[in-house]
């Protein structure tokens, strides 16, 4: 059974900065590939970044100011955000995958919601 709890969201001034966690509760027989969301009430959940063994992939909106990164012995994966803007706000959700196609694009593309298997409650991210 595979929990992803997610923590770190908060407000913040826009320039500021936040880093969210997203701890991976199981014991993963498989690899997985890792994906950050975010989602603004009345529109769709986008994907903001990925991480797949070293590899990482960014939606343009955010690239240069946020990094994807994990810590293998803490079961963690983390998203540093920095010069954070109002559009930025939003509820961030973790979310994983052991499939295939989300294994072989992660890292380098982005991946769909639906080939993702595994996702957290969210932590919500306000920036003013």
């Known amino acids: 059974h595979v929990q992803l709890v997610e923590s770190g969201g908060g407000s913040v001034d826009a320039g500021g900065s936040l880093t969210l966690s997203c701890l991976f509760n199981?014991?993963?027989?498989?690899?997985?590939?890792m994906a950050w969301f975010r989602q603004v009430p009345g529109k769709e959940r986008e994907e903001v970044a990925n991480?797949?063994?070293?590899?990482?992939y960014y939606a343009d909106s955010v690239k240069t100011r946020f990094t994807i990164s994990q810590d293998f012995s803490k079961k963690t994966t983390f998203l540093e955000m920095n010069s954070l803007k109002p559009e930025d706000t939003a509820m961030y959700y973790c979310a994983a995958g052991a499939g295939t196609v989300a294994t072989l694009k992660c890292g380098f593309g982005d991946v769909r919601e639906d080939e993702l298997n595994h996702w957290g409650q969210g932590t919500q991210v306000t920036v003013s």
């Open positions: 199981g014991q993963p027989g498989e690899n997985y590939c």
């Open positions: 991480i797949y063994f070293g590899d990482r």
